[in-house]
Nanobody
Framework: VHLQACGGGSVQAGGFLIVSCAAS????????IGWFRQAPGKEREGVSC????????YYADSVKGRFTISRDNVKRTVYLQMNSLRPEDTAVYYC?????????WGQGTLVTVSS
């Protein structure tokens, strides 16, 4: 199982970014993928998640209405579109799946939002 996150970068407040998570090594369609983030000096927190079965989604209150998660099962990729970015969204963003009871994390991609 391998997850590869990419697409981070630097943007001004109010801007947007799309981060993606490409997966391999498991039956992608069947598994939920989640996005987490960790800001400097803070604990890692859940941001959003999309199920594998019906594509249902979850968003943390802090990003609801600004972020959109989606998946392309053909490309085996999950996307997180982040609009109206705020300085407090600055963090390393990680994707994760749980396969056979074990957590698998992508390597993280840095998103920096300047005011």
């Amino acid at each position: 199982v391998h997850l590869q996150a990419c697409g981070g970068g630097s943007v001004q407040a109010g801007g947007f970014l799309i981060v993606s998570c490409a997966a391999s090594g498991f039956t992608f369609d069947d598994y939920a993928i989640g996005w987490f983030r960790q800001a400097p000096g803070k604990e890692r927190e859940g941001v959003s998640c999309i199920s594998g079965s019906d594509g249902s989604t979850y968003y943390a209150d802090s990003v609801k209405g600004r972020f959109t998660i989606s998946r392309d099962n053909v490309k085996r990729t999950v996307y997180l579109q982040m609009n109206s970015l705020r300085p407090e969204d600055t963090a390393v963003y990680y994707c994760k799946t749980v396969y056979r009871g074990r957590n698998y994390w992508g390597q993280g991609t840095l998103v920096t939002v300047s005011s």
